[in-house]
């Protein structure tokens, strides 16, 4: 039987109802037999409470009226505790069973054949026992004893029984828990007929609301909506559907509006099938191409529809126009092409354009000269003549400052009058061009002598120097000028360019109105640097960067202690001088991804090394100013602190991270304490306020600068210093380390003023962080043998 075909011919709510009154009717019947059970276990547990208060005041009343005097008495008594139903009975027995008294001599015998009275043992009960049995009867049994006459502590004792039926306590107790439960069955059909409203009202009828509204969109009626308040899921659905109403609502007048602006487009469109017969062609066809539909098939393969796209320009000679065209095949759902979609336009304007801007493309807008790629073409055409051909670079010297004063277009002005001087000091066959901003290029053609170069360019330096007028004022301005000579200096165009650029390069750092010729050794020395500058931003990710670490140990047993890690570029197979690139890296910004990549390896290399050897070997990290003063050193720093743990990292800093903001180089300072990196002033001595940086920030070693170690032995001054710094040091309980240790004799001097670690040629050069582990190895092993 299938339920949910069944209840699909119910409202949602009666199906909700039947469900809930299922639900209500199940866990009915649940609390029902429940509550009879607990009623029952109540009824049970009550008659065996006034049992035993019934049995301890006939315990009471009895004592005294247990012999042959009182046996009316007995009998009054034992008729009293039998009151409770109609069937109780009362005994009064003695320890061998034999019945005394009894309140009803009939159901006597009963008593005594239950099971109840053979297993209980009398000589047993020393108090008042009740108990229920499993035949609704519950059992009672008082001991009443005296002491014998003429003894001391021999009792003598009889025993009260008494029988009580609870059965027509369990009957009472079942009828108020019958009555309860009807009471509750009429409430819980009340509450279903209550929710079958509240489902009507809150599902139904919107459900129904929605429905018809749905019916009336398909319909036709784009202004129905469901529009149900509230904030449930019925008003959640509702919304969605009024959206879903507007999008299509709005989708279709997109369409409506395609087809308009379809129909109304200025490109030509036409739709063609397999038969070459267009299907759609909109005004722009009938108008670029006319009535004639000849014109619609030319762009077609052999009259066939093309099977894959397609686009390219034509002249079409029946117009007289050029036109760019886009064949695009359509197909069907079996990926058969059924159509071809041709989209024409008119470009016979742009064409005249594009002529225009390639013309406009060789020529300077600001001056009129000729532009950078026409300059260079042009040489490239002398060069091919063979004659001596003078290539000069000339800038502006102060531009910069003029337009700073007075303004860009002042500036403008000016490059407009050295282009007219420069144009009437060398007409043609020479050529005057603009490169860009405030250069400019000669070149001169046919000359009979190199030196000839040199004074056509110290004539353009000389008549381009005088004053130029400025925003009312006359300033004074100077070109510099680099020179290159074909065929002395190079043959190729951009080569003779780049020489002469480079010319120009050293004559801007001798100052304006200078020029200079092209020098193949020094200006290859101005390329190695722009080179060295350019690979010096990417060594990081050629991974060219080396990590060497040269080793510090104690002056009093020699054993290696730890190790300072330095950085080495390999390039082009060969070690770059840090003292050459680094300078260079802390210029062009460089330094900072090389000093996260020196931190991170050291960081690497060190818990790899503690990982090994079992303990750690500290490996002190420089952190250059310009990194010091980065944003995220502080998260990168605590990020290597969770990735290796075992690292022994000693940060190192010179005096010159404290240029700007001491406050805040201090907080830097203290928060990288604070996350365990020992830090360590470097270069000691050299800088300023060396003693208050010492005082107010947390260092842990103090680096002495190897100028003052180097002639310390034969300078009393120097060696006075290194002993006070020393002693300071150590006072502030510093660790101190001597940089640049060369010879025994500064090691013995050093030795003896206590320095904690020495760091020199003398002990171990920089080698290779990979080397660092079995140098340790060795020296513990010597120093232990």
């Known amino acids: 039987m299938n339920v949910r075909a069944v209840l699909s011919r119910l409202p949602v709510a009666a199906q909700v109802i039947v469900a809930l009154f299922i639900l209500g009717l199940g866990s009915h019947a649940v609390v029902f037999g429940l509550s009879v059970w607990d009623a029952l276990r109540r009824a049970q547990h009550e008659a065996v409470i006034d049992l035993r208060g019934q049995l301890h005041l006939a315990q009471g009343l009895a004592g005294p009226l247990v012999d042959e005097n009182h046996r009316e008495e007995l009998a009054v008594l034992l008729k009293s505790l039998a009151i409770l139903a109609h069937d109780d009975v009362a005994l009064l027995v003695n320890a061998d069973g034999r019945i005394i008294e009894t309140s009803d001599a009939e159901l006597a015998p009963r008593m005594l054949a239950s099971p109840w009275f053979r297993q209980i043992s009398l000589s047993n009960i020393n108090s008042v026992t009740v108990k229920s049995w499993a035949d609704e009867h519950v059992y009672g049994v008082a001991p009443i004893c005296e002491v014998v006459p003429g003894t001391i502590s021999v009792r003598r004792c009889v025993y009260l029984l008494v029988e009580h039926g609870t059965a027509w306590r369990l009957s009472a107790a079942k009828f108020a828990e019958l009555k309860r439960s009807a009471a509750l069955l009429g409430v819980n059909v009340l509450f279903s007929l209550l929710c079958w409203w509240l489902i009507n009202e809150a599902v139904a009828k919107p459900s129904q609301r929605i429905i018809q509204s749905i019916s009336r969109f398909r319909g036709g009626d784009r202004e129905a909506r469901c529009t149900l308040e509230g904030s449930d899921e019925l008003a959640g659905i509702s919304s969605a559907i009024d959206k879903a109403f507007e999008t299509i609502t709005a989708q279709q007048q997109d369409l409506q509006l395609l087809e308009t602006a379809v129909s109304q487009s200025p490109a030509a469109i036409v739709l063609i099938d397999a038969e070459g017969v267009a299907r759609f062609r909109n005004t722009a066809h009938q108008r670029i191409h006319g009535p004639d539909e000849s014109a619609i098939t030319t762009l077609l393969q052999d009259g066939r529809l093309r099977s894959e796209a397609w686009s390219g320009e034509y002249f079409d000679e029946m117009t007289g126009r050029w036109l760019r065209a886009v064949v695009s095949p359509i197909k069907d759902d079996a990926g058969q092409i059924t159509h071809n979609l041709i989209i024409t336009e008119d470009i016979t304007d742009q064409k005249g354009y594009e002529a225009a801007l390639l013309r406009k493309e060789t020529v300077d807008d600001l001056t009129g000269l000729p532009n950078r790629d026409f300059g260079r073409e042009r040489l490239r055409q002398v060069l091919g003549g063979g ?78 120097s005088a004053p130029y007028a400025v925003a009312g004022s006359m300033i004074a301005l100077t070109l510099r000028a680099g020179v290159a000579v074909f065929p002395r200096d190079g043959s190729d165009a951009a080569i003779l360019i780049d020489d002469a650029y480079s010319a120009a390069i050293r004559a801007r750092e001798t100052g304006g109105g200078t020029y200079r010729l092209f020098n193949r050794t020094l200006d290859e020395q101005v390329k190695r640097r722009f080179e060295l500058d350019n690979d010096l931003r990417q060594a990081v990710a050629r991974d060219e960067l080396r990590l060497f670490a040269q080793a510090f140990v104690s002056p009093v047993d020699g054993i290696v202690r730890g190790a300072e890690v330095l950085v080495r570029w390999e390039r082009d197979g060969a070690l770059v001088p840090p003292g050459e690139f680094i300078p260079l890296a802390e210029r062009n910004g460089a330094i900072v991804p090389i000093s996260e990549w020196i931190v991170e390896n050291a960081a690497k290399a060190s818990s790899a090394m503690s990982d090994h050897l079992g303990f750690q070997a500290p490996i002190s990290v420089n952190i250059s100013a310009v990194e010091f003063r980065s944003t995220d050193l502080l998260s990168r720093l605590e990020g290597i602190r969770e990735r290796y743990p075992l690292a022994a990292l000693e940060i190192e800093v010179t005096e010159g991270v404290f240029a700007g903001d001491m406050k805040t180089a201090g907080a830097y300072l203290k928060a990288i304490d604070e996350m365990g990196f020992p830090l360590a002033i470097d270069d000691f001595g050299t800088g ?98």
């Open 387 to 464: 004659t001596m051909t003078a290539v000069i670079y000339l800038d502006i010297d102060g531009l910069t400052r003029v337009n700073e004063t007075f303004g860009y277009e002042s500036g403008n002005e000016v490059i407009k009058v050295v282009a007219k001087r420069l144009q009437e000091l060398f007409p043609p066959p020479a050529l005057v061009c603009r490169l860009a901003g405030d250069e400019f290029l000669l070149v001169l053609p046919g000359l009979g002598i190199a030196s000839e170069a040199e004074i056509q360019a110290a004539r353009a330096l000389r008549e381009c």
């Open 688 to 785: 300023y306020s060396s003693l208050s940086y010492l005082r107010d920030f947390p260092f842990s070693k103090l680096k002495i600068d190897r100028s003052f170690i180097v002639d310390m032995v034969e300078r009393p001054r120097h060696r006075d210093i290194v002993a006070a710094t020393v002693a300071l040091a150590h006072h502030l309980g510093l660790v101190v380390t001597a940089e640049g240790v060369e010879d025994q004799a500064q090691n013995d001097l050093l030795k003896t003023m206590g320095v904690d670690y020495i760091q020199g040629y003398l002990f171990h050069k920089p080698a290779p962080i990979e080397q660092f582990e079995d140098l340790i190895r060795r020296n513990r092993s010597e120093g232990s043998s």
